[in-house]
T-cell receptor
Framework: AQRVTQPEKLLSVFKGAPVELKCNYS??????LFWYVQYSRQRLQLLLR??SRESIKGFTADLNKGETSFHLKKPFAQEEDSAMYYC????????????FGSGTRLSIRP | DAGVIQSPRHEVTEMGQEVTLRCKPI?????LFWYRQTMMRGLELLIY????????DSGMPEDRFSAKMPNASFSTLKIQPSEPRDSAVYFC???????????FGPGTRLTVT
């Protein structure tokens, strides 16, 4: 069964410090992984997807199939990064829906 | 395109009343999703449709919840009767397919007193 686990409900770091939002998944095939972000008073939106292999707003995420993880990282946190972050997984079938984790609220302290 | 449109944006109702939430997906998208977001449980998928057909409603918490998609441009989520524990933000999202990036609406904040 597909499952996405975000172990931290809340993560608080100082501005300028490194950030790592953890995401672990359970899936027997070849999943596609996503990170979605919801800034205050804004819509939930896609931040990045693992197949793009790109850095968005300084964030990167590498799919580690051995550890079944897709942690989101940024070397230097900025105050505008404060938001709710959701990790999501889609299976390798065209009929697979996206499953979301429970989310991590990132708070950047000045 | 205005994106996914949801109405109302806020709803306050009394326990026992019927609540209807509405969603207009992005034109051309054939998959539609209803989610509920709470502090305690995060984002929960309630039900989703593909080509207007309900595919999986296993996330619907109880029989008090029902959803319809009469055509490609409109969906409703109904709660009857509503209870205080239904208070949450309800999101609608649409996509080109089940597997693709989802575009979320602004949400409806429901408060049941």
């Amino acid at each position: 069964a597909q499952r996405v686990t975000q172990p931290e409900k809340l993560l608080s770091v100082f501005k300028g410090a490194p950030v790592e939002l953890k995401c672990n998944y359970s899936y027997s095939g070849s999943p596609e992984l996503f990170w979605y972000v919801q800034y205050s008073r804004q819509r939930l939106q896609l931040l990045l997807r693992h197949i793009s292999r790109e850095s968005i707003k300084g964030f990167t995420a590498d799919l580690n199939k051995g550890e079944t993880s897709f942690h989101l990282k940024k070397p230097f946190a900025q105050e505008e990064d404060s938001a709710m972050y959701y990790c999501a997984l889609s299976g390798d079938s065209s009929a697979s829906k996206i499953i979301f984790g429970s989310g991590t609220r990132l708070s950047i302290r000045p | 395109d205005a994106g996914v449109i949801q109405s109302p944006r806020h709803e306050v109702t009394e326990m026992g009343q019927e609540v209807t939430l509405r969603c207009k997906p992005i034109s051309g998208h054939n998959s539609l999703f209803w989610y509920r977001q709470t502090m305690m449980r995060g984002l929960e998928l309630l039900i989703y449709f593909n080509n207007n057909v309900p595919i999986d409603d296993s996330g619907m918490p109880e029989d008090r919840f029902s959803a319809k998609m009469p055509n490609a441009s409109f969906s409703t989520l109904k709660i009857q009767p509503s209870e205080p524990r239904d208070s949450a933000v309800y999101f609608c999202a649409s996509s080109h397919g089940l597997h693709y990036e989802q575009y979320f609406g602004p949400g409806t904040r429901l408060t049941v007193t």
